[in-house]
Structures are given as C-alpha cells and as structure tokens.
C-alpha cells in the first residue's frame, strides 16, 4: 500500500502535534525546570600538557560611546549589531588558562576577586577552579598580564589573605611598580587600591619578567606595552604546540579587530596600544600561531587572520575528548 503525503496533509498534522504534544499536551508528561548551566570550565591537550580555561565571569561594560573611541558611535554600534551583539551593552568574558605541565600548574590572571566594580557577574573564578577540580594550594604559578583589577584582583580573598598559598608570582616590575604608586591620581585611584591590595600582600613572592624571558619551563614573555607600561602577553608551548595567551593586547573580537586602530578609554597610552596591537597581531596571524584570549566569548581560545582593513577571530569549536 502506498501513502500520498500531501503538504496539506502535513501542515495539518503539524498542527495537530502543535496542539497536542508539541506544546505540552496532555499525551507528554510535565518536566520542570531545571534553572542550572553548566560549570564554567573547560579543558584541552597542548602537546604534552594539559589546559584547563576556567572563568571568572561576565564582565558588562555597557554603551560603548565613551569606551571605544576613535570611531563615531553610530559605526561602532553597527558593528555590534551586524554581529549580533547587543550595540547597547558591550558584555567580555574573563578567561584563565590553567596550564599543567606536569611539574607545574601555572594560571594566568585571576579576574575581579571581590571587588563588583562592574557588577554582579564577576568574581567566581575560585568557584569555576572547584567545579574543575583544581585546589588553589596546587597552584605553583600566577602568571599576571598586568595589574588592572580584573587580572589581579583574585589574588587574595575577602579577608585579605592570598588565596594561592603557594604560588610565585610573575609580572613586570615597571607595571607593579606603576599600579602600586599611591601617589598616582584620578582616574586610576581606584585600580591602584585593588592592585596594593592585591599585590602587597604577596610582595615577596613576586618575580619580575622581562620581555623574550622565558621565565617558566614552556612560558615566555612578550612586551605589549600601550594597554599598560609593563603589559605583557605569553607564548605558552608543549612538544611543538603553542598558543598565545593575549592578556589585554585586543579587549573585543570585533571592535578591536576589524577596526585595530580604534582606541580604548582604559588604555594608559591608547595610541601606543594600538600600535602595538596592530605590530603582535601581524605576527599572530602570519604565523598562524592559535590564540587564548582573556576577554573573548567563552571559552575565548581560536585564530586571528589578517583582512583588508585589520584582523577576523575564528573560534575554534571545544573538543570535547582529550
């Protein structure tokens, strides 16, 4: 026996699903909701080693107009819009690589800690390590792009005591020094008191990194300065794989890339930073060298490529077998 499926006749039994199961009839049970995601980890191989990118939080900056600059305000929410982003509300990410070399487990940048200076959604990096089963006292490395809040601020807990017992800490001596200095004004005041009390209280167990230092076994420095005097990016390398871990070198997959020139108002010296955006991102992407960005979209790891006009971000997919 043959059956003519007719387009009517499947428009109305469309429509009878819709009617009945599709939208919960009686023939379908109630589940509830569930009103849980996912733990914010996730976990990769790089040629020996083993990467473990937990997250801090979302990290609202609101409007652009006043934080992006350089390009008018019209173009620049066009730009989030033709991306699909939200042109009113520009939304970063805050992505720690945790590299184990198996003799080392290093992290680099530790997000906001305490401090809700850009909201609620901020501050869960130690509960992200938890949920991926890394304990804080394994820590043997924080490795600090630089000391703007939301790179250094997890460095200690709510009572002021470290929170990585028994970490070294590495970063440049002229962004410690700089981001320490009481004596340094608005608008930076409240970065200097963050930074102080981050850093202070590790003071001793701080190593100072120079730029071309390979300074840990498969981890080495390279100067980025603009964003901050001592800003410093990382090639991070096992048994012939590598990536680069971009601290703060571009804020934004599409309003840093596609326009590198334009400025961003928390650069210290906005136009070196692009400069030198422009100069490591070049680099990058002839090299072709994979990339670990801090504030991309979740889990932020992917490729540059060079265009006509500046740069395009290619997520890479997570692999979801090591």
Do not use: C
Not at 75 to 85: Q, R, S
Not at 110 to 139: C, H, N, V, Y
């Amino acid at each position: 026996m043959t059956m003519d499926v007719s387009r009517r006749s499947l428009l109305a039994l469309g429509a009878g699903l819709g009617a009945s199961t599709m939208l919960g009839g009686n023939a379908l049970a109630k589940a509830p909701k569930l009103n849980t995601q996912t733990p914010y980890w996730h976990r990769f191989v790089l040629g020996d080693a083993e990467v473990t990118v937990v997250s801090d939080g979302q990290l609202p900056l609101g409007p652009p107009k006043g934080t992006f600059v350089g390009v008018p305000d019209e173009e620049v929410k066009k730009m989030l819009a033709d991306n699909f982003l939200d042109p009113e509300n520009v939304v970063l990410e805050q992505n720690s690589p945790v590299v184990n070399t198996g003799d080392k487990l290093i992290l680099f940048d530790t997000g906001m800690g305490t401090s809700k200076a850009f909201g609620p959604t901020t501050g869960r990096q130690q509960k992200s390590l938890a949920e991926a089963g890394i304990k804080p006292g394994d820590i043997d490395a924080v490795v600090l792009s630089h000391a703007h809040i939301d790179h250094i601020g997890g460095i200690v807990g709510a009572d002021d005591k470290p929170l990585f017992p028994n970490a070294q800490y590495y970063i440049t001596q002229s962004d410690f020094e700089f981001w320490t200095n009481e004596g340094l004004g608005d608008p930076w005041k409240d970065f200097v008191v963050h930074a102080r009390k981050n850093l202070m209280p590790v003071r001793d167990r701080i190593v100072f990194i120079k730029d071309n230092q390979e300074f840990l076994p498969g981890v080495t420095a390279i100067a980025a300065p603009g964003h901050t005097v001592g800003h410093t990016i990382f090639m991070v390398s096992s048994k012939g794989k590598s990536f680069a871990f971009l601290g703060d070198l571009t804020h934004h997959p599409v309003l840093l890339l596609e326009k590198p020139r334009m400025q961003f108002s928390y650069d210290t010296d906005p136009k070196q930073a692009a400069d030198t955006r422009v100069k490591l991102l070049d680099t990058i992407a002839a090299n072709k060298t994979p990339v670990m960005s801090y504030h991309f979209a979740w889990p932020g790891y992917g490729h540059i490529a060079k265009t006509s006009e500046g740069f395009h971000y290619y997520p890479s997919a997570m692999q979801m077998q090591l």
